[in-house]
């Protein structure tokens, strides 16, 4: 199993890049980033592009992955994405991960002046960027058109340093995302319930990600492919679980989800006042601690 972090994109880069810094010291596997043009409670608030914060992350950093959770196509382009990510996999060395699913509502979705899409025109458009953004990052050039997203002999010399492209961690709980996930991913991500996570109780919290687990896992079965490939990624933060509240309670968490076939955790940099306010002192204990101690 591996730990690793998301760090909001909040902080000027004079204080952001010793948050980075820090995350690759204690041994962090991969440093995320949200991919929002504005989130929630921090709509109001300092909130940097993702793709700069991971580019100056990049340089600031040596050994630890890095990545977004996750992208969408709420206001991206296949080819415009694929440019920026062939130029993030190059300065980080190869060290790039995209998460990326479908989308969903609040600033994002409307931020560019158009109306929200349904949960079905959402589907339909990931299902049709998702391949898009695959041939591109593998490809020289594309020529593709669809009925959303079309590219004209786009050109992307040289690729990705990773081959054939740098990996997608695919967020996805229904059947059309995870059949994507079975065919382009290299990973899957999961918050817990879509529809309301916060209100699963605590100990009912792992069934519903284990019901999400087997249904990837048929996906890939009706695919061809071996679940086994795949990395299983539980973002934490969403749920009402409070695994970062010491060392003990993480390591009882995070020995739950392992043995359900979780293969990566994902815990939040702590942000004072806000609802990923946690002690430092105990998540850098987290950090260094507690995956060792689970044996």
Request: glycine fraction near 10%.
């Amino acid at each position: 199993m591996r730990l690793s972090t998301v760090i909001l994109p909040i902080h000027r880069w004079s204080e952001g890049q010793k948050i980075w810094r820090r995350a690759e010291d204690l041994g962090f596997h991969a440093a995320y980033t949200y991919d929002h043009l504005s989130w929630r409670s921090f709509r109001d608030e300092p909130w940097f592009g993702s793709v700069p914060t991971l580019t100056a992350a990049a340089t600031a950093t040596e050994r630890m992955r890095l990545g977004a959770l996750v992208t969408s196509p709420n206001f991206r382009h296949p080819v415009t994405l694929a440019k920026e990510l062939i130029t993030l996999d190059d300065v980080s060395g190869g060290r790039t991960t995209l998460g990326i699913g479908a989308g969903g509502i609040g600033f994002d979705a409307t931020a560019l002046g158009q109306e929200a899409w349904s949960p079905k025109e959402r589907a339909d458009r990931f299902g049709e960027f998702l391949p898009l953004l695959d041939e591109l990052l593998r490809e020289d050039s594309t020529t593709s058109a669809g009925t959303y997203y079309s590219a004209v002999e786009a050109r992307n010399i040289p690729g990705c340093v990773q081959t054939p492209r740098l990996p997608f961690y695919v967020a996805a709980t229904g059947p059309r995302g995870l059949r994507l996930a079975a065919e382009y991913g290299q990973g899957w991500v999961t918050y817990g319930d879509p529809k309301g996570p916060a209100d699963v109780p605590v100990e009912q919290a792992p069934a519903v990600v284990a019901a999400q687990l087997a249904k990837l896992t048929a996906a890939c079965e009706a695919r061809g492919r071996d679940v086994a490939e795949l990395e299983k990624v539980l973002l934490q933060g969403s749920t009402a679980e409070k695994p970062l509240q010491s060392l003990g309670a993480f390591v009882d968490w995070a020995g739950t989800y392992r043995e359900i076939g979780i293969t990566e955790l994902v815990i939040h940099w702590p942000v004072p006042d806000s609802i990923f306010e946690n002690d430092l002192t105990v998540f850098e204990e987290i950090a260094t601690e507690g995956l060792a101690q689970l044996g």
